[in-house]
């Protein structure tokens, strides 16, 4: 209930600025591709910048994204122009939505791209006020948009790819749409992660390259994770033979601390977001879940095992498994894909994986590495 009488609110709002925000007649030919969702959305969305050389030619390419995973983004040298904004300010402050919409307006769009895999009130009015030509989504759901009656939508262009669930595939399919070839379209960091030749701790020899793991244990999402008591045995274990990097953000140190356990053969990290990915390449393994920094590792071709919860099962994740190098484990049940609107009272799917069977996994991976 309080979810529909907010977005009922910001309905009200939206309509409100749609009177002094319309559509362009005269809109340019640029493009800009926004996502406003966390770390894996965006490296999802990376495919974009991979293949900026095919989408910058005559025309100017920008990326929207919040302020807090600009970062993530900071070694990046192409042509592909990055705006962030301050999430909070913008939910909050009315002068500051004023100030955003009218800075995204001066840009005069041809089209604007909603790539957000849920999609909301507020993406939904950066999207539509953008002033742009065309405006797209690539999110059918309205799960997050209860008590609007669905009138955002009708206010696309179109609503791209609703039959695919996979938000790789639907990407695959939007460069293709653009007229990239699938056969041309790289997937593999070559622009997006400015990947050093070591890492703050290799620096400090606290490990060495290519022989510690990556674990992390921990999601942004409540009832996500296998659990601190199953990550504290895997990284024990592990950590006989090989130095073990736990990392997770600075909030989650207390919880890596308890999987750490006083360890000395492992390390907790809470390198900036920047970093992750010069830790992530240099490791030999990683472990995780379904998670931002899985899809980091993903991207940077390295071994892994993602321990899979079933809520969103195919959109992201299992993917590439033709790639012996991507190894993903769960425990199939007939409610996958819930979206977590789970009819238990706990997360079975996550819950009963097997410590067991993950760590047999994890032990023929690391062979196979060997």
């Given at each position: 209930?309080?979810?529909?009488?907010?977005?009922?609110?910001?309905?009200?709002?939206?309509?409100?600025?749609?009177?002094?925000?319309?559509?362009?007649?005269?809109?340019?030919?640029?493009?800009?591709?926004?996502?406003?969702?966390?770390?894996?959305?965006?490296?999802?969305?990376?495919?974009?910048?991979?293949?900026?050389?095919?989408?910058?030619?005559?025309?100017?390419?920008?990326?929207?994204?919040?302020?807090?995973?600009?970062?993530?983004?900071?070694?990046?040298?192409?042509?592909?122009?990055?705006?962030?904004?301050?999430?909070?300010?913008?939910?909050?402050?009315?002068?500051?939505?004023?100030?955003?919409?009218?800075?995204?307006?001066?840009?005069?769009?041809?089209?604007?791209?909603?790539?957000?895999?849920?999609?909301?009130?507020?993406?939904?009015?950066?999207?539509?006020?953008?002033?742009?030509?065309?405006?797209?989504?690539?999110?059918?759901?309205?799960?997050?948009?209860?008590?609007?009656?669905?009138?955002?939508?009708?206010?696309?262009?179109?609503?791209?790819?609703?039959?695919?669930?996979?938000?790789?595939?639907?990407?695959?399919?939007?460069?293709?749409?653009?007229?990239?070839?699938?056969?041309?379209?790289?997937?593999?960091?070559?622009?997006?992660?400015?990947?050093?030749?070591?890492?703050?701790?290799?620096?400090?020899?606290?490990?060495?390259?290519?022989?510690?793991?990556?674990?992390?244990?921990?999601?942004?999402?409540?009832?996500?994770?296998?659990?601190?008591?199953?990550?504290?045995?895997?990284?024990?274990?592990?950590?006989?033979?090989?130095?073990?990097?736990?990392?997770?953000?600075?909030?989650?140190?207390?919880?890596?601390?308890?999987?750490?356990?006083?360890?000395?053969?492992?390390?907790?990290?809470?390198s900036p977001l920047g970093e992750l990915p010069s830790l992530i390449e240099h490791c030999r393994f990683f472990i995780g879940g379904d998670s931002g920094l899985?899809?980091?590792?993903?991207?940077?071709?390295?071994?892994?095992?993602a321990v899979l919860d079933g809520g969103y099962f195919n959109r992201y994740f299992p993917y590439r498994t033709d790639d012996t190098k991507n190894n993903y484990?769960?425990?199939?049940?007939?409610?996958?894909?819930?979206?977590?609107?789970?009819?238990?009272?706990?997360?079975?799917?996550?819950?009963?994986?097997?410590?067991?069977?993950?760590?047999?996994?994890?032990?023929?991976?690391?062979?196979?590495?060997?």
């Amino acid at each position: 209930m309080i979810r529909i009488i907010k977005n009922i609110a910001s309905l009200l709002i939206f309509y409100f600025l749609r009177m002094f925000f319309r559509r362009r007649e005269n809109a340019g030919k640029d493009i800009l591709f926004y996502n406003s969702e966390k770390i894996g959305d965006l490296v999802v969305s990376s495919v974009i910048i991979e293949n900026d050389d095919k989408l910058c030619k005559e025309k100017q390419v920008y990326f929207l994204v919040k302020e807090k995973y600009l970062s993530l983004f900071g070694g990046y040298k192409g042509e592909i122009k990055f705006i962030s904004y301050k999430h909070g300010l913008y939910k909050w402050f009315l002068p500051y939505r004023i100030f955003l919409l009218t800075k995204i307006r001066k840009l005069r769009l041809g089209s604007f791209y909603n790539l957000t895999p849920a999609r909301g009130m507020l993406n939904d009015e950066i999207s539509l006020l953008s002033g742009a030509g065309r405006t797209f989504a690539m999110c059918s759901d309205t799960k997050y948009l209860k008590g609007t009656g669905g009138r955002t939508g009708s206010l696309y262009d179109s609503i791209l790819f609703p039959e695919i669930k996979n938000e790789y595939v639907k990407h695959t399919e939007l460069l293709k749409l653009l007229g990239i070839p699938e056969e041309e379209i790289l997937f593999e960091n070559k622009n997006t992660f400015a990947l050093r030749s070591d890492n703050y701790r290799i620096y400090k020899n606290d490990i060495k390259k290519n022989e510690y793991i990556v674990v992390s244990p921990l999601s942004s999402e409540p009832g996500r994770s296998w659990g601190t008591v199953n990550f504290r045995k895997l990284c024990s274990e592990l950590s006989v033979h090989y130095k073990i990097v736990l990392t997770g953000s600075e909030k989650e140190k207390k919880y890596l601390e308890i999987i750490r356990n006083n360890n000395k053969n492992i390390i907790t990290d809470t390198s900036p977001l920047g970093e992750l990915p010069s830790l992530i390449e240099h490791c030999r393994f990683f472990i995780g879940g379904d998670s931002g920094l899985t899809h980091i590792a993903l991207k940077l071709g390295k071994p892994l095992l993602a321990v899979l919860d079933g809520g969103y099962f195919n959109r992201y994740f299992p993917y590439r498994t033709d790639d012996t190098k991507n190894n993903y484990i769960y425990k199939m049940m007939d409610c996958f894909e819930c979206g977590f609107d789970c009819i238990y009272n706990k997360k079975l799917c996550i819950t009963e994986i097997r410590y067991e069977d993950v760590l047999e996994k994890v032990k023929n991976i690391l062979k196979d590495i060997e």
